[in-house]
């Protein structure tokens, strides 16, 4: 996906007032993510070819730098996520993007 269709992925949700803020990127890929935060945080994506399965590491770049996220996404479309704070992740297999929503 392009950066634009990526950030009108990111702000679909951004008025709900529940939503701490939106990130969304490419599958299998590090190049493009486009966020928003209404909390000014800032997150990474890490993309790592597994073998038979991709695991995305989504981190926060507080001094934390704890995970928020780990997804991984198995060639037979088997997907498994573990989440670690109030938040929703979506995954599009056919249209190639990720997009994970933080809560309140």
């Not at 928003?36 to 945080?41: G, K």
């Amino acid at each position: 996906m392009t950066s634009q269709e990526l950030t009108e992925i990111v702000d679909q949700r951004t008025t709900d007032p529940t939503v701490l803020g939106r990130l969304a990127c490419n599958l299998r890929s590090n190049d493009l993510v486009v966020q928003r935060h209404h909390d000014n945080r800032t997150l990474s994506v890490a993309w790592q070819d597994s073998g038979d399965f991709w695991r995305c590491i989504i981190t926060s770049n507080e001094k934390t730098n704890h995970p928020l996220a780990q997804v991984d996404v198995h060639e037979n479309s088997t997907v498994r996520v573990d989440v670690f704070e109030p938040c929703r992740v979506t995954i599009s297999p056919e249209e190639g993007f990720l997009c994970l929503t933080r809560y309140k």
